[in-house]
């Protein structure tokens, strides 16, 4: 065949396409397992990071994980256990389908239930885990992430000044009334006595959001968290 036709240039063309292409998928299905896991155990550091656990530089994720994860299960809005457990990759999912994950994690400072919370900020996705003392209604620790928002502002949620104030709040009235936690201005906490945190200076609408996310997410867990603070007294 002449090297210098077009049809040359063409069959040439097309091989070589194939070849990479080939070779591209073959390095993307060898790279991926690693790939997902590496995803899994990010979400398992942000578990872990609810319940004020940081692994150490070089630490194994996963293995930190079930050393401090006694057990994870689904809950209905009823406060019932259910058959499955909690997909690492899949929480958000589960949640949508009222399948409520719970993560009880053994601290220094006793048992903790972690549970993730879903909403949307200024500029896309927000989550996070909460996790609370065995009473089911005072927070232990908070994680806080985001997928877009404006650094300096809404991006604060993730910053430690900002998730440190959930400590000790309580989601709960005396009476037993779920209230979950207001996110508000300096100068405009409530009069009642409702828990709140101060929102971030300058993003209103991520903080607006994070209110909206703990009350949403966190709601559908009243008969469960219930089922704790009756099992404390």
Same mark, same amino acid.
């Given at each position: 065949m002449n090297r210098q036709s077009n049809t040359y240039t063409l069959i040439y063309s097309i091989i070589l396409v194939a070849v990479v292409g080939v070779a591209l998928s073959v390095i993307y299905q060898a790279l991926r397992p690693k790939q997902v896991e590496n995803i899994n155990?990010?979400?398992? @550091?942000?578990? %872990?990071?609810a319940a004020l656990i940081t692994p150490r530089e070089g630490q194994d994720i996963a293995q930190l994980y079930n050393e401090h994860i006694e057990s994870a299960f689904l809950?209905?809005?009823?406060?019932?256990?259910i058959s499955g457990e909690p997909k690492i990759d899949g929480l958000q999912a589960q949640v949508q @389908?009222?399948? %409520?994950?719970?993560?009880?994690?053994?601290?220094?400072k006793g048992l903790k239930y972690i549970l993730p919370v879903y909403g949307a900020g200024l500029w896309g996705p927000i989550w996070g885990y909460i996790a609370f003392d065995a009473n089911g209604d005072t927070i232990y620790g908070a994680y806080f992430a985001h997928q877009g928002e404006t650094p300096g502002l809404g991006a604060e949620i993730e910053k430690n000044?900002?998730?440190d104030q959930f400590e000790g709040k309580n989601i709960f009235t005396a009476d037993g009334t779920f209230q979950s936690v207001q996110v508000v201005k300096r100068g405009q906490e409530p009069k009642d006595g409702s828990a709140y945190v101060h929102a971030i200076s300058g993003g209103t609408i991520t903080s607006q959001g994070v209110q909206k996310m703990l009350f949403t997410s966190l709601e559908p867990y009243t008969a469960f968290l219930t089922g704790l603070k009756n099992a404390e007294k």
């Open positions: 155990n990010d979400t398992r @550091k942000q578990i %872990l990071a809950v209905d809005k009823d406060g019932n256990k @389908k009222g399948e %409520l994950p719970v993560f009880e994690c053994k601290t220094d000044e900002f998730r």
